[in-house]
C-alpha cells in the first residue's frame, strides 16, 4: 500500500543451516521516512538427533527517518525435539540499541501424557531499557495449560490455560504495574470434516 512496508532481502547458505543475509526495510514506500539497512547470520547447529542450536546475529543501521533505530542483536536458542512424550525449546535474545536495550527470553514445554492429553507450559519474559532516561519496562507472561484431542474420532478438542500477566512500567510518564490472572477455555467441534465449530471463554 501507499503508506505499507517494502522489504528486499537477499540472503545465501554459507554452509549447510547456515544463512548471511542482507535486508533493506522502508517503513513508508512513497517517502522512505523510516529506511533500515540489516545484515547478519542465522545458523542452525545439530548437537544429535532431536537436539539443535540456533544461533544469529543482526546489525541494524538507520538511514532515513527522525528515529535513529540503530542496533545490534545476538540471539540464542536449544529445541529438544528427540522425545514423542516431551519437547521443549527456548531462546534468548539480546538487543543493543542507541536508544534502548531490550532483552527477551521464551521457554516453551509439552508433555504427551497419552494419544489424548497433552499438557502445555510457556513464558515469555521481556526487559526493555530506556538508555537516555535509566528507566526500564518488564513483561513476563506464563501460561500453564492441558489440550484434549479425541484421538479415536477427531470430533472434538479442548484447551485450558492458566495465564499469569505482569507489566512494570516505568517508561509512560504515569508508570504502573499490572497483574493479571486469566482462565481460558477454547473449544472445537468437528462434526465433519469441512466443518468447525468453535468456543471460547475467559
Known sequence: G?????Q???????????????EYRVKDGMSAREAEAAIGL?????????????????????LEG???????????????LAKDKYKFTTRAEKRWGEQTDTFLHSFGYANKVNDDITLLLKNI??????????????????????????YDNNIIDHLAKLEYRYDDN????????????????????HPVRRLTLSGHYA
Do not use: C, P
Open 170 to 189: 516505568e517508561l509512560t510518564d504515569n508508570a504502573y504495574t499490572k497483574k493479571t490472572y486469566i482462565a481460558s477455555l477454547h473449544t472445537n467441534y
Open 42 to 62: 542465522r545458523n542452525k547447529w545439530k548437537v544429535q538427533d532431536g537436539l539443535y542450536i540456533n544461533t544469529s546475529f543482526e546489525h541494524l543501521e538507520s
Open 66 to 80: 527522525k528515529n535513529n533505530n540503530t542496533a545490534t542483536a545476538a540471539t540464542v536458542g536449544v529445541d529438544y
Open 125 to 150: 519474559y521481556s526487559l526493555q531499557e530506556d538508555n537516555a532516561r535509566s528507566k526500564e519496562r518488564t513483561i513476563d507472561r506464563f501460561q500453564i495449560g492441558m489440550a484434549y484431542r479425541d
Open 8 to 22: 528486499y532481502q537477499i540472503d545465501a547458505n554459507y554452509m549447510k543451516d547456515g544463512q548471511v543475509f542482507s
Open 2 to 6: 501507499l503508506n505499507g512496508s517494502i
